[in-house]
């Protein structure tokens, strides 16, 4: 368990139960004594109010009224919610869209400078469209939660992107590709990368990539995807909201 899960687990935790001792949440999250001491510490200074009760009885107790006061987003996070209703903008059913946007304008405003630049470059990697109606979608599959954060470090750092790949007829292949872009068409996913072996773009379900490793030490230059023309940028899809 990472930190931020951790620390989510002992927060979850406390407001269920209201009183929990260390031991216990040690236990709870698989972690020692010491290192819970500290996910508290560090709790308290994300702006958590957290009071300690001693002797046999006592315990840790969350006040209930008690906020996060800093902002733990990453940008993998707020990319995901970005994505999420670009989604269902480009599938033309967003009904609480200027709500939408609006909340996600504040969730930006949290986040550090050097952190709104990296989201702004993956933002710009995505492209949003309509899939076709002869689209077979019988063998659509769950995409891999891994995917994203290795996405992100590859496309931020212009690193190669090795994976498993599962073509339609089932068959297994590792590829390694300079990732280009990611594309939507409402419900598939698509990675589109270079693919230096074969010397052309290539789209990849990501409902059929498995394994997303970043390859160190490569780096590729950005290349100008042809995309269809029904085919647009996210940020030129925002600039049509309503």
């Not at 290349?223 to 940028?233: G, I, L, S, T, W």
Request: proline fraction near 6%; hydrophobic fraction near 40%.
């Amino acid at each position: 368990m990472n930190i931020r899960t951790r620390h989510d687990a002992i927060v979850r935790s406390l407001r269920r139960s209201g009183t929990a001792t260390v031991d216990a949440l040690a236990v709870e999250v698989g972690a020692s004594r010491r290192t819970v001491l500290r996910d508290i510490a560090a709790l308290r200074d994300q702006g958590f109010v957290i009071h300690s009760e001693p002797g046999r009885g006592g315990g840790l107790q969350l006040d209930p009224q008690s906020m996060q006061t800093t902002a733990r987003l990453a940008v993998v996070e707020v990319f995901a919610l970005l994505i999420s209703v670009a989604a269902m903008r480009a599938a033309g059913f967003l009904p609480f869209s200027g709500l939408a946007d609006a909340g996600l304008a504040k969730i930006e405003k949290t986040l550090p400078a050097e952190k709104i630049r990296d989201l702004r470059r993956f933002l710009d990697c995505l492209h949003v469209g309509k899939l076709s109606p002869l689209q077979d979608l019988s063998d659509m599959g769950t995409i891999h939660t891994d995917l994203l954060p290795a996405f992100e470090t590859a496309f931020l750092g212009r690193r190669h992107l090795k994976f498993e790949y599962s073509d339609a007829k089932g068959r297994q292949t590792c590829r390694e590709v300079e990732p280009q872009a990611m594309l939507i068409l409402p419900p598939l996913w698509y990675l589109v990368g270079w693919d230096p072996a074969r010397a052309d773009f290539r789209h990849f379900r990501l409902d059929r990539i498995s394994a997303p490793t970043v390859v160190e030490g490569t780096k590729f230059r950005q290349r100008h995807v042809p995309f269809e023309k029904d085919v647009c940028p996210y940020s030129s899809l925002l600039q049509r909201s309503p």
